[in-house]
């Protein structure tokens, strides 16, 4: 698997304060510990998508 897909815990959490910067004002709303479970999960979901999608990437290539 691409290493991309394997984030550092210091890249989890730098990529976790991201979002809850880039969507502050949706999440304001929620307090912190929800915030965090919020882009805890939206970091997870990227990580399980990005995968899916090089999996039907690499089985593409090798029909081809």
Do not use: G, Y
Not at 36 to 62: S, W
Request: glycine fraction near 0%; proline fraction near 2%; hydrophobic fraction near 40%.
């Amino acid at each position: 698997m691409i290493e991309v897909v394997n984030l550092t815990p210091t890249q989890r959490k730098q990529l976790q304060l991201q979002i809850i910067s880039t969507f502050k004002e949706e999440m304001q709303v929620l307090n912190l510990e929800l915030q965090q479970i919020l882009a805890d999960d939206l970091v997870t979901a990227f990580q399980n998508r990005l995968k899916t999608f090089i999996k039907i990437q690499q089985k593409r290539t090798t029909k081809h």
